[in-house]
């Protein structure tokens, strides 16, 4: 029933009629379940990993076979071309040239190697049209095998076989890490509006209280029972309640405002929130909490992705603008005619091989310069790297220590409130039969019921936003005991 009236929210079915009448609760789980739904975070995230995975897909596209069309439908050249008669002399006559040509071919990326191998076969059509001659030819490729291969060349490839998965993989952790994070911002959205809640019933309280208190007081100071002093402080809480009440109002429709525009409710809706009666209390080791960080989060995997690129531009460096070679060979078949029907008749093998050499005599030590830069930059990163992973576990050690101490902080602040508003009752009722007459005594009673009060919501608050830091900063749910993963269908 209460996914039913989440999802009734969700999709606006709110009739416009009398719906300002009604009262819609949530609790703090409906507010994370629309906020996983529809919240501007949550529609971000899905789409960055959505851009994440196709950019993976794009990359091992590149390792799978292409095949691809290569067409000049046609190639028409007419000129005034010199042309050597038999005599000797030279006579200037139109020449139209037409050429029609298409091939197929496939190829395939070789990773390890940087190289590629591909197969092709191709048909081209000549027409030559001198001073009205016509003299059509056909070269017809049937099959070409060939290979072509940079030697003493950077790789990129190989380097990005061990980047690219690595990447994926910390977008799928990072979309994790977005939906816990929007958990904490709507536990923060949330318990700023129950608190803004919990103020208004407490000035609406504390001014009827005051009422109450200063018609008594009057009556008593008629009979000269109470000071006019007295009497006068009781006036002035009553005005402060009054303006407590108005404070507390324009705070309270504030956070709604923040609360509906972060889950995305544009509808006139009445919002009232259940305050979370159950938590939840476990003692988390600190050391499987650091393993399960290192183990599940896109920090974890980020440490070693950016040593691995480190490590990548500094044999770009190396290799590039040093010794460089490419190797390409192609063996095939080939034949000409004249008419098609005999142009893959008896075809002749073709081969071809070619090795280019770029060798740098000087360059003023622009190669050695490049090299060291990108050594240096490789330990950069990784002290860089060493640090931050020892803030790692020391954040992770902190959060750990302060969520096991949550269950003791709930509990004193649960039972501060209710000793606050014990004697806050206890102290009203002593006045209003006589038996207190000291006003600044029972105003303090009923601040410190007031702070006692929202002291329990405050520590409420740390209490689940410290539950889901936790669950962020590890990718771990204690209470299952097992890893937070997420379908990877349903967000593409």
């Not at 544009?266 to 499987?288: A, G, K, N, S």
């Not at 460096?317 to 098609?340: C, P, S």
């Not at 004697?423 to 702070?451: S, W």
Request: hydrophobic share 40%; glycine share 4%.
């Amino acid at each position: 029933m209460k996914k039913f009236l989440v999802l009734i929210l969700i999709s606006g079915m709110f009739f416009q009629a009398g719906a300002q009448e009604e009262i819609n609760r949530l609790s703090l789980n409906d507010v994370i379940y629309i906020a996983h739904q529809q919240s501007p975070d949550a529609l971000i995230a899905k789409h960055r990993f959505r851009r994440s995975y196709w950019e993976y897909k794009s990359y091992r596209a590149t390792y799978l076979p292409s095949l691809q069309f290569d067409g000049t439908v046609p190639n028409f050249n007419r000129s005034i071309d010199a042309v050597i008669q038999p005599d000797g002399n030279t006579e200037y006559k139109e020449r139209r040239f037409t050429e029609y040509s298409g091939s197929l071919s496939l190829n395939q990326r070789i990773g390890f190697t940087g190289g590629q191998v591909f197969l092709r076969s191709g048909l081209e059509r000549n027409v030559n049209i001198v001073s009205g001659n016509k003299d059509t030819s056909f070269l017809s490729t049937p099959v070409n095998i060939g290979y072509s291969q940079p030697i003493f060349q950077y790789n990129p490839y190989r380097w990005d076989k061990k980047i690219e998965p690595l990447k994926y993989e910390e977008a799928k952790r990072g979309y994790l890490e977005d939906k816990e994070d929007i958990s904490i911002k709507a536990t923060e959205y949330f318990f700023n509006l129950l608190l803004s809640q919990i103020e208004k019933e407490i000035a609406a309280k504390n001014l009827a209280n005051y009422d109450t208190l200063f018609h008594i007081a009057q009556g008593r100071y008629n009979l000269g029972k109470i000071a006019e002093n007295d009497l006068l402080q009781l006036e002035l809480n009553l005005l402060r309640a009054e303006a407590a009440v108005d404070n507390a109002q324009l705070e309270y429709e504030n956070n709604l405002f923040r609360l509906k525009s972060f889950l995305r409710i544009t509808e006139e809706v009445r919002i009232e929130l259940i305050p979370p009666t159950e938590t939840y209390h476990f003692d988390v080791d600190v050391t499987l909490a650091v393993v399960e960080a290192r183990n599940n989060t896109s920090d974890g995997l980020a440490f070693q992705r950016r040593l691995l690129e480190a490590e990548s531009q500094v044999n770009q460096a190396r290799m590039n603008g040093r010794f460089d070679a490419e190797l390409y060979a192609v063996f095939g078949l080939t034949q000409t005619a004249q008419e098609f029907d005999n142009v893959y008749q008896d075809p002749l093998d073709q081969q071809q091989v070619v090795v280019g050499l770029t060798i740098p005599i000087l360059d003023w030590g622009q190669a050695k310069g490049r090299i060291r830069m990108a050594e240096s930059n490789q330990e950069l990163v990784r002290t860089s790297v060493e640090q931050e992973r020892i803030d790692f576990d020391q954040n992770i050690f902190l959060q750990v220590m302060q969520f096991n101490m949550q269950e003791k902080q709930l509990y004193i602040a649960a039972k501060a409130d209710t000793v606050a508003q014990k004697r806050f009752d206890v102290t009203q009722r002593r006045y209003m039969i006589g038996k207190v007459n000291d006003v600044l005594e029972l105003n303090n009673a009923q601040i410190d019921n007031d702070n006692a009060r929202k002291g329990y919501y405050s520590a409420l608050k740390t209490y689940w936003n410290s539950f889901f830091q936790l669950r962020k900063l590890t990718l771990y749910d204690f209470m299952e005991d097992q890893r937070i993963e997420f379908d990877e269908n349903k967000i593409l």
